[in-house]
């Protein structure tokens, strides 16, 4: 990680930041598979308190220079382990999604781990094939962030 870059468990005084990023209407057309309705702060408290009172979810705010620039998890879909990651757009391009998600991966014992990302989100592709991620097949749901089906690459880290 970045001298700067630090991980550490999710605070309630880190929730603000986390709305604040997930209401930028770039950020989320960008990210594609949201909440659906960003603005929805009663939807918005009610996952984050799920993700913090669920033992099966790693959760980490992301900061820098002690500002949260985003959040890193890491959770269950069925038998698998997904992860998932938002760094608030103003710090892209910086390489903090990437230090943030190796951090994460160190954490994680098991393997493998598996992400999904919209096929045209060349910035989170280059971040998870970074942290060692390889494609290994395609799907296509629905993305509240843009109101449509969406085409996706699923990526699958082993090591």
């Known amino acids: 990680m970045t001298a700067d870059l630090h991980l550490r468990p999710v605070r309630d005084d880190d929730l603000p930041e986390f709305y604040r990023h997930?209401?930028?209407?770039?950020?989320?057309?960008?990210?594609?598979?949201?909440?659906?309705?960003?603005?929805?702060?009663?939807?918005?408290?009610a996952h984050w308190h799920r993700v913090r009172t669920d033992p099966g979810i790693?959760?980490?705010?992301?900061?820098?220079?002690?500002?949260?620039?985003?959040?890193?998890?890491?959770?269950?879909?069925?038998?698998?382990?997904?992860?998932?990651?938002?760094?608030?757009?103003?710090?892209?391009?910086?390489?903090?999604?990437?230090?943030?998600?190796?951090?994460?991966?160190?954490?994680?014992?098991?393997?493998?781990?598996?992400a999904r990302a919209a096929k045209d989100n060349f910035g989170s592709l280059a971040v998870l094939r970074k942290c060692g991620f390889v494609i290994r097949g395609e799907d296509h749901a629905y993305a509240a962030g843009r109101g449509r089906d969406v085409e996706e690459y699923v990526l699958e880290l082993t090591v």
Do not use: C, N
């Not at 698998?80 to 014992?109: C, M, N």
């Open 22 to 45: 997930q209401s930028d209407p770039e950020a989320v057309r960008m990210a594609a598979f949201t909440a659906d309705d960003p603005d929805d702060r009663g939807a918005f408290a």
């Open 58 to 114: 790693v959760s980490r705010t992301v900061t820098v220079d002690g500002r949260v620039v985003g959040h890193v998890l890491a959770f269950p879909v069925g038998e698998q382990t997904e992860v998932s990651y938002w760094i608030d757009r103003w710090h892209w391009g910086q390489g903090y999604a990437t230090a943030a998600l190796d951090g994460l991966l160190q954490e994680l014992p098991q393997r493998p781990v598996h």
